[in-house]
């Protein structure tokens, strides 16, 4: 295990390119990175486990949705800085519930591939929005709110936040309970969008959360100032 590891120079690269082929068929289902970590972990238990860019922490595929990947082979590359490992997979291999994360054709943007799995229940409501916004960033902005928003700009996005997050102040000052939750699940749609336009998972939002609650309201604040 430590020589496939030690022939990976990682001086040169942190992450290391994962491509993922399917163990039966040689399908493509997706291609991900590995730090040292990760690999340590997937050849060890030999389940497939990653380092998300986005949520910048190591995850083991199917950790929220069940889908997990068991390694069947390694493979290194000649130049010693792209993996490809074969999988059996379990459920599907994205998160759109489809089987490989390759289904739309470049040039004519046709899906070729159907849902078979829904995700939403296994990766909540929040997470599969953040998702979807993700995939408009590609949408034609005349008929998507979200790429019509994207598209017009840093500017725009932050005055709907604030826009948003004043009339959940009214909401909440009237005493309005419906107001309040629909004002907030806008807020929290736009704060989304803000967070999608910088690439930036809610996992990471609910990493800072976790660790807030190792430590006292007072002693957080207090390590903000330092």
């Given at each position: 295990?430590?020589?496939?590891?030690?022939?990976?120079?990682?001086?040169?690269?942190?992450?290391?390119?994962?491509?993922?082929?399917?163990?039966?068929?040689?399908?493509?289902?997706?291609?991900?990175?590995?730090?040292?970590?990760?690999?340590?972990?997937?050849?060890?238990?030999?389940?497939?486990?990653?380092?998300?860019?986005?949520?910048?922490?190591?995850?083991?595929?199917?950790?929220?949705?069940?889908?997990?990947?068991?390694?069947?082979?390694?493979?290194?590359?000649c130049?010693?800085?792209?993996?490809?490992?074969?999988?059996?997979?379990?459920?599907?291999?994205?998160?759109?519930?489809?089987?490989?994360?390759?289904?739309?054709?470049l040039?004519?943007?046709?899906?070729?591939?159907?849902?078979?799995?829904?995700?939403?229940?296994?990766?909540?409501?929040?997470?599969?929005?953040?998702?979807?916004?993700?995939?408009?960033?590609?949408?034609?902005?005349?008929?998507s709110?979200?790429?019509?928003?994207?598209?017009?700009?840093?500017?725009?996005?932050?005055?709907?936040?604030?826009?948003?997050?004043?009339?959940?102040?009214?909401?909440?000052?009237?005493?309005?309970?419906?107001?309040?939750?629909?004002?907030?699940?806008?807020?929290?749609?736009?704060?989304?969008?803000?967070l999608?336009?910088?690439?930036?998972?809610?996992?990471?939002?609910?990493?800072?959360?976790?660790?807030?609650?190792?430590?006292?309201?007072?002693?957080?604040?207090?390590?903000?100032?330092?």
């Amino acid at each position: 295990m430590q020589e496939i590891i030690n022939r990976v120079d990682w001086e040169k690269q942190e992450l290391l390119p994962v491509i993922v082929q399917d163990n039966s068929t040689n399908e493509v289902l997706m291609m991900a990175y590995m730090d040292k970590e990760a690999l340590e972990l997937s050849l060890k238990t030999k389940l497939a486990h990653y380092f998300s860019r986005s949520k910048q922490r190591i995850w083991k595929k199917g950790e929220s949705s069940g889908h997990t990947q068991e390694i069947v082979s390694f493979f290194l590359d000649c130049d010693n800085d792209t993996l490809l490992i074969k999988v059996n997979q379990k459920g599907v291999a994205c998160h759109t519930g489809r089987k490989s994360c390759f289904f739309t054709e470049l040039q004519s943007g046709e899906i070729t591939s159907e849902v078979e799995v829904n995700t939403e229940a296994a990766y909540g409501v929040i997470d599969t929005l953040y998702h979807t916004i993700q995939e408009r960033k590609n949408a034609d902005p005349a008929t998507s709110w979200t790429a019509k928003l994207l598209s017009k700009g840093e500017n725009t996005i932050l005055k709907k936040v604030v826009e948003e997050a004043g009339e959940y102040c009214f909401a909440h000052k009237d005493n309005d309970e419906s107001e309040m939750v629909y004002e907030a699940a806008d807020l929290t749609y736009h704060m989304l969008v803000a967070l999608a336009s910088k690439n930036i998972s809610p996992d990471r939002i609910k990493q800072e959360l976790a660790r807030r609650f190792d430590m006292s309201g007072i002693a957080e604040k207090n390590a903000r100032k330092d």
